[in-house]
Nanobody, 123 residues
């Protein structure tokens, strides 16, 4: 079992930045690829970014490329999502997730989920 705790959400103006964190406990964090998803009101939950177990590979949804950066610190059992140049359409609940696959982009490829953290971007 892996327990994930998301944090770092909040209210920010358009153009601002936030850094989300996801702290993991339980089984070896470095065994898992990590991902971030988001769910906006009235929309399906969507993939945002993922990072391989050693941080050597990353993948992003097109809408956040160049604005968001996923990273991890295996010594701290933590994955981050640095979000810059935020837009109102980035408003959502953001979830981190852990997967035993290499670099997954689909919800059903993830085994463990955090509780979510709210990000609200005002215009």
């Amino acid at each position: 079992q892996v327990q994930l705790e998301d944090s770092g959400g909040g209210l920010v103006q358009a153009g601002g930045s936030l850094r989300l964190s996801c702290a993991a406990s339980g089984r070896a964090f470095s065994n898992y690829a990590m991902g971030w998803f988001r769910k906006a009101p009235g929309k399906e939950r969507e993939f945002v970014a993922a990072i391989s177990w050693n941080g050597g590979s990353t993948v992003y949804v097109d809408s956040v490329k160049g604005h968001f950066t996923i990273s991890r610190d295996n010594a701290k059992n933590t994955v981050y999502l640095q979000m810059n140049s935020l837009k109102p359409e980035d408003t959502a609940v953001y979830y981190c997730a852990a997967s035993s696959r290499y670099l997954p982009e689909y919800e059903n490829q993830y085994d463990y989920w955090g509780q979510g953290t709210q990000v609200t971007v005002s215009s």
